[in-house]
Each structure stands twice: as C-alpha cells, then as structure tokens.
C-alpha cells in the first residue's frame, strides 16, 4: 500500500510503499481482544491476600452459652461473620499469567498497526533530528504533523534525547520498534513511526514465522 513520508515540518516529501501483511491485515477483533487482556493480565502482581478463620489471631472460647440465653448460637470470635473475624472467600496471591500462540500474538501486533494506518491515525516520518534534548520542539513537531492527541512515537532504536524531550508531554511515549505490543498501539490515538522503524517492524513482522 502507498503511505505518505512527511518531514518534521508536516510535508509530505515521498510516497513509501509499505508492506501489506504488516499494514494491511483485516481487523481480527477476537485476537486482538484476547492478546489486550492476556497482556493486562500478565501485569497483574497477584498479591492481594486476606486471612481465613483459621489464620485469624484471637481466642478460641465460646462467646456466649449455647442455650437458654434466646440469642444466637455463637462459637469462635474469628468468625467470618463477626467483625474482625476471617474473611471466607477472599482473595488469595495467584499468578494471572496467561500464555498465547507465537502466531496470534504476531498477528495481534499486524492487526493493531493496520488498524492505525487504515483509520488514518498513523504517520510515518523521515526522522526526528534531535541533537539535544527539547520538550519545545517536539511539541512543534507533533503539532506540524497534525498529532493533537495522545501519540506513540517509534523509532529504531532507543533515542536518548527524544525520550528526555517527551518525558514531560502528557499523553506522548517513545518506544524502540523492537518493544511495540499490541497495548501501546491501541492505548493511544495516534502512531508516529519513522522511516527506518517501518522498515525494521515489516522485517520483524512481514514474516509468517
């Protein structure tokens, strides 16, 4: 497919072609559902912990008698019921790992960008010449490029001064192409990617292994 390559002022200087079995692959709405949530899930530290009746410290006498006092039968204090007894059925730590095919998760990730390209919330730039590091002046180059919104900038390789620059706008993150997942892509509106990161993700992922 042909995509426009703009520079940092907004001008479009080339037309790319661009890899269709990376940029435009039919939204698999299941697949890419289930790689979001086995992603979240794998976040998930699994610490959350309360204790059982029987880890409840406390005295195991009877409160009150069992008969002729017309109240309720009352055994131990570290019942669930009582306040500052056990909790029944509460959480425990537990792993929420979730594991997912090699080919599903690829194609999650072929999906997510094609999305981006196809919607229209995608552009691709020559590069992003940085000698030092200038929150101002990425801002002004986002700005030229039309990104108004939350953006995921990715680029080659980590680049040290634009991830300074960016550090302090709300809603913008800086990834190496290598690092993308399917999350990132579709927790922001809108896919900056240079030139040379287009080229190594249609080498990474423009395979069927």
Known sequence: MKFPLLDISGQVIDEIELMDEVFAVPFNESVVHQAVTRQR??????LASTKTRGRVRGSTRKLVAQKKTGRARRGSAKSPVLRGGGVAFGPHPRTYRERMP????RLALRCALSAKAQEEAMVVVARFPLEQPRTREVK?????????TSALIVTLTPEINLIQSVHNLQGIKTLPVALINTLDILSYHSLVMTLPSV??????WGSAK
């Open 41 to 46: 899930n794998n976040a998930r530290l699994g």
């Open 102 to 105: 090699k080919k599903m998760r």
């Open 140 to 148: 002004q180059i986002l700005k030229s490029l039309g990104v108004d």
């Open 199 to 204: 080229r190594q993700a249609e080498q990474i």
